[in-house]
Each structure stands twice: as C-alpha cells, then as structure tokens.
C-alpha cells in the first residue's frame, strides 16, 4: 500500500470511527505532556538536578522515569529534585523494591510500567489468563502503592493492542485489579496504523498514557523506527486520530534516543507546535529543522582525506577509566551453587562458562596414573571437532565428524542413540535443559543450516512441540551453546545480534541488534550498517539468578577497512550485558574502538567471583585475542582494576579514521606479547636470525599500527592471545587460566582498482574453470573466504608461472587443484590476470570511498616453517583476579624436531583451551603436537601428557559416573592447525580398583 493510499485509507475510517472530539481539550498543550525515556537515552548522561532543570526549563510538568542498574544509587535523588522544581513523578519504568519504598516515603503513586508479558498457549484463552497470572503480581504491588500499573506494549503478542485489552478486561473482571491499564507507544506501533481508529477505541477504556514520536510508513523496515515529531509522513494523520479517538489523557514525548536529551525534546516540542495547528486546517508554515535528525542535505565527508598525524600527536598521551570504588562492587549472591560444580550441563560447564569442577578423585597425587577408560569413534567420516560435549546423568552428548548428534555411555563409551540434523550440529555448544512449566528436559543446539534445535535426551528425537516441529529457524544463524532463564532461552548470533525464544514452545521473544538499528544507542557510532559485524560467534553466559545474558563480539567488518565502517563500531569488539528477559542493553564495555586489524573479542564470557578488600564479588572477565582479560563488575559494567588507553597511531590510507585512543592495559596484566618488536625475532641459528632481520627492513610493525598499501604490517594476534577456546577459572581462589598463542602475523593491503565488466556478459572458459576450481574457497567475486586469500589484484603481486606453480603443489590450506590441460589453465590464467575480456569503455568511475582489499592471513614464518620469533609460541597462563597479576606462564605443546636438536620446550600455536579442578589440576589440549596434559595448578609443572589419535582441538570435560571421574577430549584434528583428521572422543580415568 503507497502512502497516498494509506492515507486514504485512515481517513476513511476516521469517518467511520472517529467520535466528535471536544474542541476545547488542549490534548497536545505543555500542560498535559510527559518527558518519558530521558535518563538512560542521554548522549549528555545528566545527573539528577541537570535533568530536572532541563524539563523544567522545556516547561514540561512531569516525567515518566526510566533507568539502569547505574541509577539505583540515585533513586531518592531523582525524586527531590522533581519536589524542589515542582515536578510531577507520572511513571515509574518496570519495577524495583528501592524505588516502591522511596515512593512509601514521599507518599508518591506514579503510573507503574512494564513490558506486557507474550506468553504461549494453544488457545488465546490461555494467553490471556496466563498474560494476567503473569501480571498480577506486580499490579498488585503497584496497587498497594495506590498507583496505576501500565502494560507497556512492546512487540510480540503482548504488543498487539487487541491482545492488551483483553489481559485487561481479564485482570479487571477476574482479578479486582482495576488499576491496570495500558501504556500505548507508537514507536513499537508501525504494523498498527492502518487499524489504529479501532485499536484507539479498544483501548481506550485502559489508556493511561500515548506516547508519540514522528512516524513514517514501514518505518521500522527503513531504519526510522523513531524520528522527531514533524519529520514522518504520518505524522499529523496519527496525531488526528489519537485526538479524535476521544482520548483525554496524558501525552509521552519521547527522548529514546542517544542525542542530547534537551535537543531531542525540543525538536519533538517544535514538531508538535508546528504539527498541532494543522489539526484545525491552519497554513502549515515552515517545517521546523530536527537538531537530531541527519539529514540528506549535510555535506558529504571527504572520504579520501588522510589523517592528520600532527593533531594526534598533540593529544594527552594517556586516558583512564576509573576503576569502580569497593562499595560499587556488587557482592556475591551465592550463585553457581557448590553442587553445580560437580556437574557438566552445559558447554564449558554450566551457565557460567568457568570450566571449573569440583570433583576431586584426580588429583596432583594420581595424575600420573591416568589411563585411556574408553574411546568412541563415530565412523561416519573424517573432519574437527570443536564443541566442548554435555554429560548429564551419566550420559555424554556430543556431534560428531559426519554432522550426526549422539548419545555415549559415559562409563563406557558405548553409543545409545544418534540423531541426524539438518546442517552440521552443535559446532562450538549444546545446552542441557531439564524443563519447567509441565515440559520436560532438552537438549538445545544450533545447526549451520541457522536451525535451533530441541530434542529429548533420553531419545535423540526433535520434541515436536517446539517451535516447528523440534526446530526454530534462526535469523542470523548461532555456533554457541544459548543460556536459558526460566524459559528464555538466549542465543547468540553467528553473523551478529542476540535472539531470545521461549524454550518450552520456540516462540520468538526479542532481538537485540548488536550493530545498533536507527534510534538504538550507538547508532550513530557507524556511519553505514555492514551485513555481518560485531558477531557473537566467541559465545555467551547467562547469570540465572540475576537475568543477565553477557556477550562478547567480534570486529566490525570488513575486516582492515576501517574507510567502510567510520566511527567507534558499537557494539563490536564489546562485552555486552543484556536484560535477559527483555532483550534490553544493561551496559557495555568496549576494548578496541574502531577496530581494523581483526581483533576480536574471540571467547566466552567467564562469569566468576573474587575476593577485593575482604569481600567476595561478583564479576564477568573476557579474554582477548590481543591478550588482556576485561575484568569488569557483573551488575554495572565497571572495571575492577583502572583502565588506560593510550594514544594511538595514525593511519597513512585515504579515507581512515582511526580511534584516537587504544587499551594499554596494566591490571589484569596481559598475558601474551601485543607488538612485534626487532628483539623478537627469531634466534633458532644465526642464519635464520638474519633472513629474518632482512624481512623486517621491508615491513612496517608497531603498537596498534593501522595496515598500509605500502608495506606488509607485522603483528601478533590474529589467533590470539586468547581464542575462541577461551579461558577457564576456579571461583574458590578467584584464579584465571587461560591458553595463548604467540605467533605473527603479516598482512597488508592491495588497490582495488580493477576495471568494472558487464555482469551480464556470457562467462569466459576461464571463468567457468574458476568457478569449478577456485570459486568454494576464494568467492565468485574473488574476494576470498574465510582464511582464503582474495584473488582481485593478483596481476600486481604475481606471474603466470607462480600461479601456475602453486596450482600444482598447493600451498598451507590450499590444495592442489585438479588436474587441468595447458589450454585450460591457460585460459584460467588469463581469467585471472583479467585478458580474457574486453576493457570496458568510457573513463574510470571514482568512487565515493577509496577501494582496497586486504591479501589474505599470512604467518611470519622462518625458513623452516616455525614462527619467525622467539618462543614461547603457545602457552599456558595463570593470573590472579583478586590482584591482577600474572602468576605464572608455561609453554604449552613442543615440536619433536626442536626436541631432538635440545631446544628448550617453545610451545606451539594451539586451539584447545583449559579445565581447572578442584583437584588441583589444568587439563589442556589443543597443540600440534597431539598431546593431552595435565598442569600443576599452583605452579604450572607439567605432570602428566597422553598421546591422542588426533589432535585434541576443542576444551576438555570431566564429569563423575559410578564413582568415578572421567576426562575426556575431542580428538579429531584438523581445523585451523590443519593435519589429519578422525573420528574420537577419548576419555580418561584412574584404573578400576
């Protein structure tokens, strides 16, 4: 439907519906407006008197309240400054006890709002009873406040105003519970307005409060889901409607964005001034200009300009974020429970990702008597494993190599079911639910084919009562194991956002958008939205008594081309705590802004507890590829240690802007190396030490030293530091072990100047070659994938017989292509090289921005293949969260040549990740060398290693079955250390006595 045809549309049904308004209400007057979604939506974050004074300088009389975990400290505060300022307190946001006492006190009943609830049933019956059970509790609260209690919609079934009223009419009728009304907001209002006249007249007998903003059609589609009143197509047709509705009370004006608070008011004021006076047919006059708003007519950014270098140089060289004070820390509230420690429910443990386990048979006494108890082979193929398994009841649940899902005899090894999905399942998590609400227990993981997945445990079937049929599709696809809060089930998603669902029927809850959509916080920290950023592909925790899902992300893309991602790319590169239960951004840290070097925030979230001052706290800690661990309090988001940031470089690409600021963090200390110095190369054997030195004349290196089309850039990290593999910790000592790699990287950039050809044109016997050849690894536009190296620019860096060549012996993960006649390769060569087709006519097209593309993942190696710098190359680590400091490191993994030329244990490039026991241990695997072990946790000796059959590439468990405990490893090879590849899981144990 066009808007000319919406539009007629409504006003017909305004003649159909509307009743004679009362000309001389004043609906839109100052005196009848509520400033609502000013606190936590301040770019300006006001204190409480700065906020009071700024709506009582917009002569606005009253302010509906809403806040985060930050302004509970303030709660009081915020009501005296309303008192001194003759305010009215109208709303209160959701619910708190602190607040509801402080209203006790001051004798105060605002409006209390919160989310209507979307529950499922098989009949709208049972939602609507269940909607009002669900309800009743806090209505009565509110009720004995002697405040209204506003049923905020919000999107899912509980924002569909039919569905409002109807929980209402049951509250009111059933319950007594009259003071339950309905908090009506247009902006979670798009799929509304061509039946708002009858939606308004449904409602009406419950309204409590309108709240407006500007509205256009499918605006929430485009990216506009709010805009400044004045500024949408629809917005003087809303505002007849909601007057002639017969609607007589309060109107919200809405600040939900992150602007400057003042500005976006008065932009909404200035909007409805110019909007009110066309309701009785006046001229419109001049339509006011949005301070908020960008607008098409701002000048374009010089998107060729080169940083200035001096201006930077001129900055302080060092910022802070404070740490928080000891009485901010929030204390511990007792959970895990001890017992859960003795249990292995979830990938990496349990909801808290501490790959901690209390059991204790194994210990520094007996490591050494370790033997193999069973090992299981799949049989259905050959590939790598990377998922941590579940064991539950005696039963371990695992994916295997041939993309099947089974069930394993713990004790044994013996297979009792297996379960074919569609798409590879469970690549790096699976969740163990044991149900709740008449469900039973599930198993839940996602697939690669973007399916959600629930089974039955104790049969490998879908339950067919989720979602359709044992499934959920998944919008952006997950690889991590989701944590569940009473029935929210929260997945992150693989190629960005967070999706919640209900995990007894597969009903779609919310999604948080970890690249900010229009009129989200952060926003305006991109200046255009990629497809795939800020990914959550590192994985997730969940606290299950506070209701807190945490997150880390990845770097926004394209990867190295910052001059396509401008800003400070929130929420990529972030831990970001959400309200589990509304999908809501509780608070976020970043490490690096403005990332352009590919350096994800790789791991789980750890939640876990130390000791500061005396007092035991809660806290998250997130491990980095660059090698820091953020260590931050697990209710506000402060850092426990202070946080600096120095100064960083510039950028030389057209088109860059570079962050100003980086992390060079001091507590926790780092625990690997975060710039390649000349010192660190390599000194194996004098010849290689200078091969080496003769590299770097030719590079460029340097702490947080952007890429250039000059030289090769030189750094660490790319595999970490830390990996997806992540860390583990022991919450009784407050310690933290995590596995690193210590490997550099060269990389570098190429123009993209290649000339544009018809996509049209019939493809040449080159392109067809390639598209047989080349195209599953390096993309039909030769762009690359995945670690595979982008094709476009290759006549500037090779020849025909080097290409030629390495089509024949393959090279690191390339193979060897299949065998091609000289007239084919031939015309793949001149594919390639771009002669076998027409230059196209007409002079170059400059483009809007510079156009480069980034050569592909290249190690620094010596001439022997090994990393071309000084060991150790892989280690293990240990610090202490109570202080920060790094107790301890190790190598982990050796090279048998290097062992039998006498060279000292260098440790190897590994993808495995650590398990501590309470037992004293650190079981780890993950290196070249295909070995399991097994770490003095106190000192980090080495006590105990086992050959696998295949390299052990994903994190360990240990689970206890009939007395005894078990260890076990996924033991498949392959993966980003290459080698061969099988089948195993291998389990480990003392003898039988």
Known sequence: MNFSSLSSFLAALLLLSAPVRAAEYQLFARSNLVAWCIVPFDAKKRTPPERAEMVKRLGIPAIAYDWRAEHVPTFEQEILEYQRRGLGYFAFWASHEDAFKLFEKYKLHPQVWQTATSPDAPTQEERVKIAAEKTLKLARRAQQLGSQYGLYNHGGWGGEPENLVAVCRELHQKHGATNVGIVYNLHHGHDHVNRLPQALAAMKPYLLCVNLNGMTRDGEKLGKKILPLGSGELDLLLLKIIRDSGYRGPIGILGHTMNDAEEQLRDNLDGLDWLVPQLDGKPAGPRPKPRTLKTASAPKPDYWAVEDAAARAKLPLYQTIPAATPAELTPHNGWPAAESYRTWTRSHGGDANERFSGLTQISRANVKQLEVAWTFHSGDGKGNIQCNPVIVNGVMFVPTVGENFVAIDAATGKELWRFKPDGRPAFRGITWWPGRDGAGERLFFATEENWLYALDPKTGQPVESFGEKGRVKLALGARVAPGIFGRTLVIAGFLK?????????????????????????????????????????????????????????????????????????????????????????????????????????????????????????????????????????????????????????????????????????????????????????????????????????????????????????????????????????????????????????????????????????????????????????????????????????????????????????????????????????????????????????????????????????????????????????????????????????????????????????????????????????????????????????????????????????????????????????????????????????????????
């Open 497 to 993: 956002d967070v999706e919640a669902f209900d995990a007894v029927t597969g009903e779609h809850r919310w999604t948080f958008h970890t690249v900010p959509h229009e009129g989200e916080f952060g926003h305006d920290t991109w200046d255009q939205l990629p497809a795939n950023a800020a990914n959550c592909w590192g994985g997730m925790a969940l606290d299950a008594q506070r209701g807190i899902a945490y997150i880390t992300t990845g770097s926004p893309k394209p990867n190295f081309l910052g001059m396509l991602h401008r800003g400070d790319n929130l929420f990529a590169n972030c831990v970001v705590a959400i309200d589990a239960r509304t999908g809501k951004r509780l608070w976020h840290f970043q490490e690096i802004r403005h990332d352009i070097w590919d350096l994800d925030m790789p791991a789980p979230p750890i939640l876990t507890t130390i000791t500061r001052d005396g007092k035991r706290v809660d806290v998250v800690a997130a491990v980095t590829k660059i090698g820091n661990t953020l260590l931050l309090d697990r209710v506000t988001g402060k850092p426990v240690f202070p946080f600096r940031l120095r100064r960083a470089p510039t950028s030389t690409l057209p088109g860059e802007i570079t962050s100003p600021y980086q992390p060079d963090v001091e507590l926790p200390q780092p625990f690997a190396r975060q710039e390649f110095k000349p010192a660190d190369a390599s000194e194996r054997t004098e010849e290689i030490r200078d091969r080496v030195l003769d590299q770097l004349k030719s590079a460029q290196f340097g702490w947080f030293l952007p890429l250039s089309d000059r030289k090769v850039t030189l750094f660490y990290n790319v595999h970490g530091g830390a990996e997806w593999t992540g860390a583990c910790a022991d919450p009784v000592r407050g310690r933290l072990y995590v596995t690193a790699n210590e490997v550099p990287w060269l990389m570098s950039l190429l123009v993209n100047d290649e000339p544009r050809f018809d996509p049209k044109a019939k493809p040449t016997h080159g392109e067809e070659i390639f598209r047989v050849t080349c195209m599953q690894c390096h993309g039909l536009d030769r762009m690359g994938v995945g670690v595979a190296p982008p094709l476009r620019g290759l006549r500037h860096r090779m020849k025909d017989a080097e290409v030629a060549e390495l089509l024949k012996t393959g090279r690191g993960l390339m193979p060897v292509a299949p065998p091609m006649s000289d007239e084919d390769l031939k015309a793949l060569l001149d594919f390639l090289f771009l002669r076998d087709r027409p230059a196209p006519k007409g002079p170059p097209v400059k483009p809007e921005r510079p156009q480069f593309v980034q050569t592909g993942w290249n190690r620094f190696l010596d001439a022997d293949g090994y990393p071309a710098c000084k060991p150790p190359w892989g280690t293990l680590n240990c610090l202490d969260l109570n202080s920060g400091k790094l107790l301890w490191k190790v190598p982990l993994g050796e090279y048998d040549a290097l062992k039998k030329q006498g060279v000292p244990k260098t440790g190897t490039e590994n993808f495995g990740g650590a398990m501590v026991t309470a037992g004293g241990l650190v079981f780890a695997g993950g290196t070249r060398d295909e070995k399991f072990r097994a770490f003095d946790a106190d000192t980090g000796e080495e006590l105990w290693s086992a050959k696998l059959p295949w390299g052990g590439y994903a994190p360990p468990a240990t689970y206890e079955v009939g007395g005894r405990q078990f260890v076990v490893i996924s033991a498949t090879g392959g993966g980003k250390l290459g080698g061969p590849t099988g089948d195993a899981y291998v389990a480990f144990a003392l003898p039988k006595r």
